[in-house]
């Protein structure tokens, strides 16, 4: 991005001139949906585009808050915390509650963001959002806080403030990426390991569906609600602490304790969905890129049939691309009910899936789908 066009944003908003500028990515997750809060294994990656946050130093206990492409602007103070905004406001508020819990004034700048992560597309533009925000004042209150503690406070804001209960993944792959690598994220003890992507020949295309969600009003909660409800019913008769603790094997031996089928398949998705990350690391790392692509195909069928999150719109473009030449596999990437898929496609066959999955996915569903080469890039950082 050209930031003269933020520096002379904020400058036409607060009539003065920033006097620092940060930057935190989006994220894909190449496979591993809805396991993070399911103590699973999950492996996300960086991207190139992202969110940025232009800030200067104001000489009263509130703050100044707008966006360049987010409509709402306004100054505010700590009566936020209690008569909380419904606008995108909500996400950096959310992590200054985090730093005024712990005791720190996070008030007293007048901030600006823009953001070219596509909106409600499940590429957690407000992971990027809160993780920024922290970055920023931990930085400018010389908080000391190291960047798993600001992921950690991130996640919380989203989960206590906004109301989203998300897990950890999308925060701590904004926090925590690096180019060219994916990260394998033990989402119950945040052991991670950083993963080369070496897919050379092929290349990462996402799709937008066009087809907006908002998690905090779908039925994102209600899925986590099923998986605490098996879990709970497996505990009666073998403590385990996470769903993605079972191997499929002993998963199958209890399936009789679940509640009802739709329990039993919620809960038989993360169990799987777990053992299908652990794979396709495995396989990654001898070079299978084959391998891979059928894992993220399978994934999408387990997301599609057992955990019910996709829709017809990401069906249309996971199984209508998983069909087109030189492309290895495709799956629906985010929480589901609309969003991204993700495709792993030949280098030379990019355009022409481009072109014919834009063309079918028009004359199916009625929407035109927006693609986006990926460029994996690096976590959170300060640029000036």
Known sequence: MDTSVLEQGFQEIYGGKAEHLYFAPGRVNLIGEHIDYNGGRVFPCALSFGTYLSVARRGDRKSGFASMNLPYQGVLDESAFTGKPNEWVKYPLGVMKEFANRGFNPWGFDILYFGDIPGGAGLSSSASMEVVTAY?????????????????????????????????????????????HAIALDC?????????????????????????????TSKYN????????????????????HLCDLSPVTFKKLAYLMPNDTVYRRARHAVTENERVNEAIEVLQKGDLTGFGQLMNDSHRSLKEDYEVTGRE??????????????????????????????????????????????????????????????IGDGVRKVY
């Open 222 to 241: 209600e899925r986590r609600s099923e998986c605490e409800q098996a879990l709970a019913a497996i505990n009666r008769e073998v403590k385990t602490a």
């Open 314 to 375: 990401m069906d249309t473009l996971a199984e209508e691309g998983q069909k087109l030449p030189g492309v290895l596999g495709s799956r629906i990437t985010g929480g589901g009910f609309g969003g991204c898929t993700v495709s792993l496609v030949q280098e030379d066959n990019v355009q022409d899936f481009i072109e014919r999955l834009a063309g079918i996915y028009h004359d199916k569903i009625g929407l035109n789908a927006e693609f986006y080469v990926a460029d």
């Open 188 to 216: 119950a003890t945040l052991d991670y390991d950083l993963i080369p992507l070496n897919i050379n020949g092929y290349k990462l295309v996402i799709t937008n569906s066009n087809k907006n969600h908002d998690l905090v």
């Open 136 to 180: 920023m004042l931990n930085d400018l209150l010389g908080a000391n806080l190291d960047t798993v503690e600001l992921v950690k406070m991130s996640q919380h804001a989203e989960n206590d403030f906004v109301g989203m209960n998300c897990g950890i993944m999308d925060q701590f792959a904004v926090g925590m990426g690096k180019k060219e």
